[in-house]
């Protein structure tokens, strides 16, 4: 069974910037897309960013010239940078992947933002 863990959430002032990391614990194969999700209290789940099969990336509205998806397929990871952080990105965030007839999520993790 695969398992993504994620990393590097925590507690920021407003306008700092976090990087959070998604590792997966072997290699997944037939990648369709890879992304972070975000929920925050009282809140459905949004989209933050995805990476598709071929490259391209898309990102939520409201993260879009801030935030930044990338992977490293060596590590099976990937990543999401978050620049200039907002009070309003407070959220658990989780990153999935979707393969071939599976559909991997992480346990998610807590970004905290202060202003």
């Known amino acids: 069974q695969v398992h993504l863990v994620e990393s590097g959430g925590g507690s920021v002032q407003a306008g700092e910037s976090l990087r959070l990391s998604c590792s997966a614990s072997?290699?997944?194969?037939?990648?369709?897309?890879r992304g972070w999700y975000r929920q925050a209290p009282g809140k459905p789940r949004e989209l933050v960013a995805v990476?598709?099969?071929?490259?391209?990336?898309t990102y939520g509205d409201s993260v879009k010239g801030r935030f930044t998806i990338s992977s490293d397929n060596a590590k099976n990871t990937m990543y999401l940078q978050m620049n200039s952080l907002k009070v309003g990105d407070t959220a658990v965030y989780t990153c999935?992947?979707?393969?071939?007839?599976?559909?991997?999520w992480g346990q998610g993790i807590q970004v905290t933002v202060s202003s």
């Open positions: 999935r992947i979707l393969s071939t007839g599976n559909d991997y």
């Open positions: 072997e290699t997944i194969f037939s990648i369709n897309r």
């Open positions: 990476i598709h099969s071929d490259g391209d990336t």
